[in-house]
């Protein structure tokens, strides 16, 4: 009988070794299944790839570059974005077609043509503020009679009625000298801008020279002390070396155009604008690097604002567009 029981308390024993080794083998390998996924859903958080296009407003051209250089470098090493600038209504002529651009920037909304030209393509578009710029005049750094002008001076220069062709007409006490105006041309949102907001789309003073790059009318104006030119007050950040900015009188007196005037509510809000990205939601739930940059450019964008000449947006409207965006996922 104590044979017996011996043998059956050795048989327990082997018995629940089994078991020990059994269940240590279990949560071994759930473990290991458990650390795989991990690692799996980490890459695939991680290691995104493929390409963002974006195009569009010049103005706009530094921040989002600047943005797609940050995220290329710090996000996401493997998705190429990239940014071109064609101008908004050339930009949108790319992105409002079937399989068009991912983004567009522009200085100006959306046009009802547009957002019809897109619901024929088939699909949505997002619009996203992405910052607030300041209509910037600019004169030779020579100048040294017309660095503070009133709002009507400025529009009487470039204002087909406005009776002004030198600078004489502006002040007597000016010189009797030509007046050599430019600007952007018709693809820029800048120019619209201009052309429907300020000049309340009347047309543009005879002889008014207008250019696709806004590096050539930064030489042009470097180069003439006649010169004056408009376009976004970032490009004016950029080149202080070699341009002035023209103190804009509203009626309280001369208002620098600088980040802390420019915004919707500012002392320079008669020439603030929103300048906008927008995006193909389509392209952005098929392609999740497309949604990816969306967000990044969402929750950064402030950051690099004030870098590229821009006054940033209230939190309160960033934090919107993360919350639609991330309702896309």
């Known amino acids: 009988m104590f044979v017996v029981m011996v043998a059956l308390m050795v048989v327990a024993a082997a018995c629940g070794s089994g078991n020990e080794e059994t269940t240590t083998e279990a949560n071994d390998q759930n473990a290991s299944e458990q650390t795989d996924g991990n690692e799996t859903t980490e890459e695939l958080a991680a290691e995104l790839e493929g390409s963002v296009v974006v195009d569009g407003s010049g103005t706009v051209y ?22 071109s600038r064609a101008g908004t209504s050339a930009g949108f002529g790319r992105f409002l077609v079937e399989n ?25 578009v997002m619009e996203m503020k992405v910052a607030l710029d300041g209509l910037t005049f600019v004169i030779n750094k020579e100048n040294d009679w017309a660095t503070e002008l009133t709002k009507e001076e400025l529009i009487s220069i470039f204002h087909h009625d406005g009776g002004v062709k030198k600078w004489s007409d502006i002040r ?9 105006a430019m600007g952007p041309n018709e693809n820029h949102g800048t120019y619209e801008f201009f ?9 543009l003073v005879d002889g008014v020279n207008l250019q696709q790059e806004y590096s ?13 030119a408009f376009f976004g007050f970032g490009y004016y950040v950029n080149n202080q070396d070699k341009l002035q900015a023209v103190n804009v009188d ?10 802390e005037t420019i915004g919707e509510d500012g ?5 603030t604008r929103p300048v906008f990205t927008y995006l193909n939601v389509d392209q952005a739930k098929a392609n999740p690097q497309v949604l990816d940059f969306a967000l990044f450019v969402a929750n950064n964008v402030n950051e690099f604002a004030g870098q590229t000449g821009f006054a ?6 960033v934090q919107a567009y993360v919350e639609v965006l991330e309702g896309l996922k």
């Open 267 to 271: 002392a320079y809000a008669p020439f």
């Open 216 to 228: 050539t009318l930064v030489n042009l104006v470097s180069e003439d002390v006649n010169g004056i």
């Open 250 to 259: 509203f009626g309280n007196g001369p208002v620098e155009p600088t980040l």
């Open 62 to 83: 530094p921040l989002m570059s600047v943005v797609a250089e940050e995220y290329m470098y710090t996000e996401q090493e493997n998705v190429s974005v990239e940014v």
């Open 100 to 124: 068009g651009t991912d983004f567009n920037n522009a200085s100006r909304q959306i046009k009802d043509e547009e957002s019809a030209e897109a619901e024929a393509a088939g699909f949505e």
């Open 172 to 180: 007597p006490e000016f010189p009797d000298e030509e007046i050599h």
């Open 312 to 317: 940033p947006l209230p939190e309160e409207e």
């Open 195 to 203: 052309y429907e907001k300020i000049l309340e789309k009347e047309d």
